[in-house]
Nanobody
Framework: QVQLVESGGGLVQAGDSLRLSCAAS????????MGWFRQAPGKGREFVAGISQSGSTTYYADSVKGRFTISRDNAKNTVDLRMNSLKPEDTAVYYC?????????????????WGQGTQVTVSS
């Protein structure tokens, strides 16, 4: 098991940037494929970005491709999400998740561990 804690959310204007961070506890962090999801009010949890155990493979939702970058540091047990050119429709609670799935896990049901979430609000 791994425990996850997100940080870095806040209120920004459209076009601004934010960096979210997810800190993991436990010595098995590098065993997990990691993902960032988001959930807007009244909507389901939506895949945003994922990264392989080594960090060599990343993948993104079409809505954020070219604007967001996911990265991880297995020595520090962290996974970050750099968000550029933010839009009001990016407003949501952002969650990081850990999965032992072998392939690209884009469904929240594939993830066994979640953080508590961090709010990102983008004003127009």
């Amino acid at each position: 098991q791994v425990q996850l804690v997100e940080s870095g959310g806040g209120l920004v204007q459209a076009g601004d940037s934010l960096r979210l961070s997810c800190a993991a506890s436990g010595r098995t962090f590098s065993y997990y494929r990691m993902g960032w999801f988001r959930q807007a009010p009244g909507k389901g949890r939506e895949f945003v970005a994922g990264i392989s155990q080594s960090g060599s493979t990343t993948y993104y939702a079409d809505s954020v491709k070219g604007r967001f970058t996911i990265s991880r540091d297995n020595a520090k047990n962290t996974v970050d999400l750099r968000m550029n050119s933010l839009k009001p429709e990016d407003t949501a609670v952002y969650y990081c998740g850990a999965t032992s799935s072998l392939g690209r896990a884009v469904n929240p049901e594939s993830y066994s561990n979640w953080g508590q979430g961090t709010q990102v609000t983008v004003s127009s």
